[in-house]
């Protein structure tokens, strides 16, 4: 692969149930982002890593939770879905978390929680 | 607070120039990105911008001015290729990117 997988594609999730969306790259970036993007608002940051062993919480980190475990993997769990977290999520990597870190985007997962 | 204004949507005819506007206010600033974004698709990187002026990269170029808290972005020689959305993003003091809601940009034949 280069640059950044996400899956699954799409999902179609039932209020409650738990979910994990998975995010792989292989640039070696040190910087993880998780986004969620909404018709007429901005990307808005649910939870970032600055370097693998580290998270931080973004604008939006209520309701989802992040692990990074080594450098290529940032999986994003949803604990208990309910329906305003129906949104594309957008996973993205940068070299670094400083000046100039231009973000790469992966393709996103379209998730529906009804 | 943190905020960033673009117009929601534009439209130009192909062959034209055109010129999307980003206004930021953020808790310090170290720099703005421009992305556009095809319908359905990730954003993909277009431009930096951390000092004052204009970064020319062939039909693309966009300006900044610290001063006044306002960037803006020309695409020239309009293609219809170019009907995306145009995100607009200002880096804060903790370097994380504040993003406005974007700009459609139509072109017309």
């Known amino acids: 692969i280069a640059g950044i997988t996400q899956a699954p594609t799409s999902q179609i999730l039932a209020a409650g149930r738990r979910m994990t969306l998975r995010c792989t790259q292989d640039?070696?970036?040190?910087?993880m982002y998780w986004y969620r993007q909404d018709l007429g608002l901005g990307l808005r940051l649910i939870h970032y890593?600055?370097?693998?062993?580290?998270?931080g919480k973004g604008e939006v980190p209520d309701g989802y939770s992040v692990s990074r475990a080594n450098t290529d993997d940032f999986p994003l769990t949803l604990a208990s879905a309910v329906p305003s977290q129906t949104s594309v999520y957008f996973c993205?990597?940068?070299?670094?978390?400083?000046?100039?870190?231009?973000?790469?985007f992966g393709p996103g997962t379209r998730l529906t929680v009804l | 607070g943190q905020n960033i204004d673009q117009p929601t949507e534009m439209t130009a005819t192909e062959g034209a120039i055109v010129q999307i506007n980003c206004t930021y206010q953020?808790?310090?600033?170290?720099?703005l990105f421009w992305y556009q974004q095809h319908a359905g698709e990730a954003p993909t990187f277009l431009s930096y911008?951390?000092l004052d002026g204009l970064e020319e990269k062939g039909r693309f170029s966009s300006f900044l001015s610290r001063s006044k808290g306002y960037s803006y972005l020309l695409l020239k020689e309009l293609q219809m290729k170019d009907s995306a959305s145009y995100l607009c993003?200002?880096?804060?003091?903790?370097?994380?990117?504040?993003w406005g809601a974007g700009t459609k940009l139509i072109i017309k034949p």
């Open positions: 911008n951390v």
């Open positions: 640039m070696r970036h040190n910087a």
């Open positions: 890593s600055n370097t693998a062993g580290t998270t």
């Open positions: 993003a200002a880096v804060d003091s903790n370097y994380q990117l504040i």
């Open positions: 993205a990597s940068s070299k670094t978390s400083g000046n100039y870190n231009e973000q790469f």
């Open positions: 953020t808790s310090g600033f170290n720099g």
